[in-house]
C-alpha cells in the first residue's frame, strides 16, 4: 500500500514562493509518475473543483502543467528519497487551495494514489 503525506502550505501574500512537499512510502516511488492536483474554494453558486497543477512521469522527465500555472511552478522528484515537490513562484490569490499530490496511473489514466493535501492560502 502506498502513502503519500504532503507539507510546506501555509498563508502567504501575493507574489511570495512556497514549495510543497510530498513524501511516498510503499510501492517503489521511482516507478510510478507523480502529480500535483488542487481544490479550490468554491464560488457562489458552484461547486469546489478539483484541477491537475503539474504532473511528471517516473524519470522526472517531460513535466506538463496547466496553462494557470505554466511558467510559475516547477514539478520536480527526488527518487532516492521518494519525494515529489512543487516549487510555486510569483503566487496569486487564485492560486488559494488545497494541494494533494497523487501517484500511479490505472488502465484508464485515473491515479490511484492520494494525500490528505496541504492547504495554500495567498492573499492579496
Known amino acids: 500500500q502506498v502513502q503519500l503525506s504532503e507539507s510546506g502550505g501555509a498563508l502567504v501574500q501575493a507574489g511570495d514562493s512556497l514549495r510543497l512537499a510530498c513524501a511516498s512510502s510503499?510501492?517503489?516511488?521511482?516507478?510510478?509518475?507523480m502529480a500535483w492536483f488542487r481544490r479550490t474554494p468554491p464560488r457562489p453558486g458552484m461547486l469546489s473543483e478539483r484541477?491537475?497543477?503539474?504532473?511528471?512521469?517516473?524519470?522526472?522527465?517531460?513535466?506538463i502543467y496547466s496553462d494557470a500555472v505554466k511558467g510559475r511552478f516547477t514539478i520536480s522528484r527526488d527518487n532516492a528519497n521518494s519525494v515529489g515537490y512543487l516549487e510555486m513562484d510569483s503566487l496569486k490569490p487564485e492560486d488559494t487551495a488545497i494541494y494533494y499530490c497523487a501517484t500511479t496511473m490505472n488502465s484508464r489514466g485515473e491515479f490511484v494514489y492520494w494525500g490528505q493535501g496541504t492547504q495554500v492560502v495567498v492573499s492579496s
Open positions: 484541477e491537475l497543477v503539474a504532473r511528471i512521469s517516473p524519470s522526472g522527465d517531460d513535466p
Open positions: 510503499g510501492r517503489p516511488f521511482s516507478l510510478v509518475p
